[in-house]
C-alpha cells in the first residue's frame, strides 16, 4: 500500500471517528459546563475546528523543524483535505447561524432563576431537562417564581419563545380546582413589553403549549404565579420549548460576507499552495486560449438555458389552476414545512403518532404532551427524517431556503427546483460527457458544451417530472457526479479519494430517492463488469490483481455502505427486509418487458430514442469510447430490467436511466461531429439537428394544450407523454366542500376527523390538505384530515375511518385506473357505507352533492353513533376474504 493510500485511508478514518464522537463530545461538555444544548451543526464545528488547528501545524512544517510523526502533514493529499474540511467547517458556521433560531434549548428552563421563597428541582422527562418550581403556603398570592434569560438574537432582533407548562396535582389541591393563573411576561431592561396569560388549572396534569411573541428589547422572561387561594402549594412545571429569532436580515448579510470572506481566503491559500508545491507542474497557472473560449461558451449556452428555461417554466406553472394532490404536492408540501422552519413560522414536527394520546382503558397510551411540540431543530429533524421516514425531506435542502426567503409558493418551488437541482444536472452532464470523452475531447470543435444544453432542452422526459413538481431530478445530480469521477480514469488508475467521494455520492442518491437504490446497484454491477474486463485483458488472476481490479465496486461500496448504517441504520433494515415489488404491485401496468420498452419509446418519442440507440452503437464500434459504451449500456439495461420487475417507471423514474442515455447521446454526438470521416462528421450534424427537431415538436405537442383529436393523432417519432398545465374545473365545487364540512366539523368531538373514502386524482384526501396552500381558500378543518387508505398492500386496514365524524366518499367510487383490483380497502368499506350495513350503519347520507370532474358526485356520510365491535368485525370480515394471509390489510 503507497503512502499516499494509507495518508487518505488514516484521514477519513479520523474523519468518520471524528463525525461520530463530535456531537457526544459536544453534548457531554455541554452537561458538564451547564451551558445550553447545542445543534448538532454547531457540535461537528469542532471537528473541523481541530482540522484547522492541523492545518496550520502543516503551515509550521514547511517553515519549522518538525518530528517525524508529524511529517505526513507535509503532504499534498492532506493539504486538500484540510482546506476541503475548511470549507464544511464555513458551511457547517451558516447552517449553525441559520438553525440557531429553531435549535431546540430544552436545557434553559432547567437553568431558570427561581424567585424568592420558591424551591427549584431540575428534573427529565421525554429524555429532557425541565425545571420543577414549588411555591409553597406562606408564599404571597402574587409574585414571581422564576425567571430565563432571552438569547441575545432573541435580544436584539425580537422572535418567538414556546414555553411549555402544567401544573402538578398536590395533596390539598388533588383536583386543581384553585384558582391559579399564571403569567409569562417579557421583560426589558426596565419594562413589561408583552404577557401571557396561562390558567393552570385548565392544564392540569398535563403540558401545554404558550407561544409568546416577543418585540425587540426583550431581555428576559418572567413566570409569576397569581392565586386567589394562597393556602394550598402550587407546583409549577416548566419547559423552554424554543427560541426563535425574527430572521434580521442585516445578519443574513453579514454571516455571508464573513463566509464568503473565508472561503476567498481558503482559495487564496490554496493557490498558494499550489504553486509551492515542488511536484506541480510548471505553467499550471496558465490558460490556453482554447479552453478560455470553450469556457465563454460554454457559459453563455448555461446562461441561455436559464434564460429560457425560467420564461417556460413561468409561463407553464402560470398557467395551472388545480388543486395539486399525491406527488404533486408531497415533495411541495415537504420543502413548504421546511422552509416555514427555517423562518421559524408554526409548524407540526414529526412526532408521535396521531392516537398515540387517546386514551385507552389502562392510560394514556403515550406519556407525551397531548399538544404539538416544536422540532428540536433543523438539524436534528432533517436527520430524523433520513433515519426513519420513508420519504424524507433531504431534497428539500437547496430548495427550501430559497423558498424561505421568496416565499412557499407554487412558483418558487417550481423555479427553485430549476435553478438549483436542474441546473446543476445541466453542468454535471457537461462535466461527464468530458470526462467520458477521454483523449478525444481535445478533437472536439469548442463549441461542443452547446450540444449537451441543447439535448437536455429538447429531452421531454427531463422536463415532465419537473413540471410536475417531482424532485426525481435531484438524485440526477448525484448520479451525473458518480459518472464524472468514474470515467476520468481507467478503474485501475482511479485514486482511492475519488472512490471515497463516488461511495457518498451513492449515498446521497438513495436519500434523496430511495428508488435510486437500483441506480446504485447497477452502478457496482457495471463496475464488477469493468473490473472483470480489466482481469481478462491483463491475464492476471491472482489476489493482488484481483483486488486492483475490484477496487472501485469494494471501496465505494464500503463508504457508501458505512455511512448509510451510520446515518440510517432503521432504513437500511426497511430496505433490505421489505419486498417492494410485491408491496407496489398495483402500480404494475405492463405485461412484460416487452410493454415496458414500448412504454419508454412512447415517452422517449420514437426519433430520439432512435437516435440514442444509434449513438449507443457508434459509440460501442469506435475504439476510445466503447469502454463508457458498454459500461452505461449494462448499467441501463440492468436498471430497466430491474426496477420494471417491480413496478411500472413513473415519470419521475425517468431519472434512473437519463444520466446515462443522456451521456450516450451527447457524448455521440460530440464525437461523430469531431470525427475526420467526412460522411461521419455530416451524419453527427445531421442528428443534433434531427435532436433540436424532434425536441422542440414533442415539446409543444406534450406541453402545449391541444384537443384529443390533435393528441390522437400526433406522430410516433414523437413523445406520446401529453402533460398540459394542470386546469381543474371544479374548483368552486371543491371550495363549496370545504366549507360545508367546515360547518360540519365546528360541532365534531375533538378526537373525531374527516376521512377521504376514494383513490383516484378526481377526490382523494389530499385535495383538503393542500386546497388552502394551492387556492387560497380557507379549510380550517385541514389538520383534522385523516390518513386515507389507498393502496390494499402497502396502506393496509383503514383504521382511521373507525375515527372518523365526516366520511367523503364518491358516486361512483373513484379508483386509481391501474389496478382497481388492489383497491379493496376503498371498495369494500364504501359498498357497506352507500348500503348502511355493516361500519356503514353508523353513518347517515347527508342530501348536500358536490359535482366534480368527470361527472363525478362527492358525497358527505356523518356519524351519529360510535361503530358497534361486530360491525367493525364485518369490514375487517370482508377484507380477510380478498387477503386472507395479511393481517395488516384486515385488522
Not at 503507497?2 to 471517528?17: E, R
Not at 458538564?32 to 503551515?59: D, E, M, R
Not at 487564496?268 to 507542474?281: P, Q, V, W
Not at 419508454?600 to 420514437?606: E, I, K, L, S, T
Amino acid at each position: 500500500m503507497t503512502k499516499p493510500t494509507k495518508i487518505m485511508l488514516m484521514a477519513l478514518g479520523s474523519i468518520f471517528v471524528g463525525l461520530g464522537l463530535g456531537p457526544l463530545i459536544a453534548g457531554g461538555t455541554s452537561d458538564l459546563l451547564g451551558t445550553s444544548a447545542t445543534s448538532i451543526a454547531a457540535s461537528n464545528i469542532l471537528i473541523p475546528c481541530l482540522i484547522v488547528v492541523i492545518f496550520i501545524l502543516g503551515l509550521l512544517c514547511n517553515s519549522l523543524r518538525m518530528p517525524k510523526f508529524l511529517e505526513w502533514l507535509r503532504h499534498p493529499n492532506i493539504r486538500r483535505i484540510i482546506l476541503g474540511s475548511m470549507a464544511v467547517a464555513c458551511l457547517a458556521f451558516f447552517i449553525a447561524r441559520v438553525d440557531g433560531g429553531n435549535t431546540s434549548s430544552w436545557r434553559n428552563a432547567a437553568h431558570l432563576i427561581a424567585g424568592p421563597g420558591v424551591n427549584k428541582l431540575e428534573l427529565r422527562e421525554f429524555g429532557r431537562q425541565f425545571a420543577r418550581l414549588s411555591v409553597t403556603r406562606s408564599s404571597p398570592s402574587i409574585g414571581s417564581v422564576g425567571t430565563i434569560p432571552v438569547d441575545w438574537r432573541v435580544w436584539f432582533a425580537g422572535g418567538r419563545v414556546d414555553v411549555l407548562v402544567r401544573s402538578q396535582v398536590t395533596t390539598e389541591a388533588a383536583n386543581c380546582d384553585a384558582s391559579q393563573v399564571l403569567k409569562v411576561a417579557a421583560i426589558g431592561r426596565v419594562e413589561v413589553l408583552s404577557e401571557t396569560d396561562t390558567a393552570v388549572r385548565d392544564i392540569c396534569g398535563r403540558w401545554q403549549l404558550v407561544r409568546i411573541d416577543l418585540p425587540q428589547g426583550v431581555t428576559e422572561l418572567q413566570f409569576n404565579l397569581d392565586r386567589s387561594d394562597s393556602i394550598a402549594e402550587a407546583t409549577i412545571d416548566i419547559m423552554l420549548a424554543a427560541n426563535r429569532p425574527y430572521f434580521a436580515w442585516f445578519w443574513m448579510l453579514c454571516t455571508v460576507a464573513a463566509v464568503g470572506l473565508i472561503v476567498t481566503i481558503v482559495c487564496l491559500l490554496s493557490e498558494n499552495l499550489r504553486s509551492g508545491d515542488h511536484s506541480a507542474k510548471t505553467g499550471t497557472g496558465l490558460i490556453e486560449v482554447a479552453t478560455r473560449k470553450r469556457g465563454l461558451i460554454t457559459g453563455g449556452a448555461v446562461l441561455i438555458f436559464i434564460l429560457l428555461s425560467n420564461v417556460f417554466m413561468y409561463w407553464y406553472v402560470s398557467q395551472e389552476e388545480t388543486i395539486y394532490t399525491w406527488d404533486y404536492s408531497g415533495y411541495w408540501t415537504s420543502s413548504r414545512n421546511v422552509s416555514d422552519f427555517l423562518r421559524g413560522n408554526e409548524r407540526k414536527s414529526a412526532g408521535p403518532p396521531s392516537n398515540a394520546s387517546e386514551v385507552s382503558d389502562s392510560g394514556p397510551i403515550s406519556n407525551e404532551p397531548e399538544q404539538t411540540m416544536p422540532d428540536p431543530g433543523a438539524i436534528a429533524a432533517l436527520i430524523r427524517s433520513i433515519r426513519f421516514a420513508e420519504y424524507n425531506v433531504a431534497f428539500s435542502v437547496p430548495v427550501a431556503p430559497v423558498m424561505a426567503v421568496f416565499g412557499g409558493s407554487r412558483m418558487v418551488y417550481e423555479l427553485s427546483l430549476l435553478n438549483t437541482y436542474a441546473l446543476a444536472s445541466l453542468i454535471l452532464l457537461i462535466v461527464a460527457v468530458r470526462s467520458s470523452g477521454g483523449n478525444d475531447v481535445t478533437r472536439w470543435p469548442n463549441w461542443w458544451p452547446i450540444l449537451p444544453v441543447v439535448i437536455v432542452m429538447c429531452f421531454v422526459p427531463f422536463w415532465v417530472p419537473i413540471l410536475r413538481g417531482y424532485v426525481g431530478v435531484s438524485v440526477a445530480v448525484t448520479n451525473l457526479a458518480v459518472l464524472w469521477l468514474y470515467f476520468r480514469q481507467p478503474v485501475r488508475e482511479i485514486s482511492t479519494m475519488s472512490l471515497s467521494v463516488i461511495g457518498v455520492f451513492l449515498l446521497a442518491g438513495v436519500i434523496l430517492q430511495r428508488w435510486n437504490a437500483y441506480w446504485v446497484v447497477g452502478f457496482f454491477v457495471m463496475a464488477c463488469a469493468d473490473g472483470v474486463w480489466e482481469l481478462i485483458r491483463n491475464r492476471r488472476f491472482n489476489a493482488v490483481e484481483i483486488f486492483r481490479s475490484m477496487r472501485a465496486p469494494i471501496v465505494s461500496g464500503f463508504v457508501a455502505f458505512f455511512l448509510f448504517a451510520v446515518i440510517a441504520w432503521p432504513k437500511v433494515v426497511r430496505i433490505v427486509t421489505t419486498d417492494y415489488a410485491d408491496i407496489y404491485s398495483a402500480f404494475q401496468e405492463d405485461d412484460g418487458l416487452i410493454s415496458a420498452l414500448l412504454r419508454q419509446v412512447d415517452a422517449f418519442g420514437a426519433g430520439i430514442f432512435a437516435l440514442i440507440l444509434v449513438s449507443f452503437i457508434f459509440l460501442t464500434v469506435r475504439a476510445p469510447t466503447r469502454r463508457v459504451a458498454l459500461l452505461l449500456g449494462i448499467q441501463l439495461l440492468y436498471v430497466f430490467l430491474h426496477f420494471s420487475s417491480t413496478q411500472t417507471m413513473g415519470p419521475h423514474q425517468y431519472f434512473l436511466l437519463l444520466p446515462g442515455l443522456l451521456v450516450i447521446l451527447s457524448l455521440g454526438l460530440a464525437s461523430a461531429i469531431s470525427s475526420n470521416i467526412r460522411p461521419i462528421a455530416i451524419s453527427g450534424a445531421s442528428a443534433a439537428a434531427l435532436v433540436l427537431v424532434f425536441g422542440m415538436a414533442s415539446g409543444n405537442a406534450v406541453f402545449v394544450p391541444s384537443d384529443d383529436s390533435a393528441y390522437l393523432s400526433r406522430s410516433r417519432l414523437l413523445s406520446q407523454s401529453y402533460r398540459p398545465p394542470l386546469v381543474s374545473n371544479d374548483l368552486d365545487e371543491f371550495k363549496r366542500l370545504a366549507q360545508y364540512v367546515d360547518e360540519l366539523m365546528a360541532d365534531a368531538p375533538e378526537k373525531q376527523g374527516i376521512y377521504v373514502l376514494s383513490g383516484s386524482a378526481t377526490l382523494n384526501a389530499v385535495h383538503f390538505k393542500t386546497i388552502t396552500a394551492s387556492t387560497g381558500t380557507p379549510f380550517n378543518s385541514a389538520a383534522r384530515v385523516l390518513g386515507s387508505s389507498v393502496v390494499d398492500k402497502r396502506d393496509g386496514f383503514p383504521r382511521g375511518i373507525l375515527r372518523a365524524h365526516i366520511v367523503i366518499s364518491s358516486d361512483p367510487i373513484q379508483l386509481m385506473s391501474r389496478r382497481p383490483s388492489d383497491q379493496q380497502v376503498i371498495q369494500v368499506p364504501a359498498d357497506r357505507m352507500f348500503k348502511r350495513t355493516g361500519i356503514g350503519a353508523a353513518f347517515e347520507r347527508l342530501p348536500v352533492t358536490f359535482r366534480l370532474d368527470g361527472e363525478v358526485d362527492a358525497v358527505v356520510f356523518r356519524r351519529f353513533r360510535p361503530s358497534t365491535v361486530e360491525e367493525i368485525a364485518d369490514l375487517s370480515e370482508g377484507l380477510r376474504k380478498f387477503y386472507p394471509d395479511r393481517p395488516n390489510v384486515y385488522q
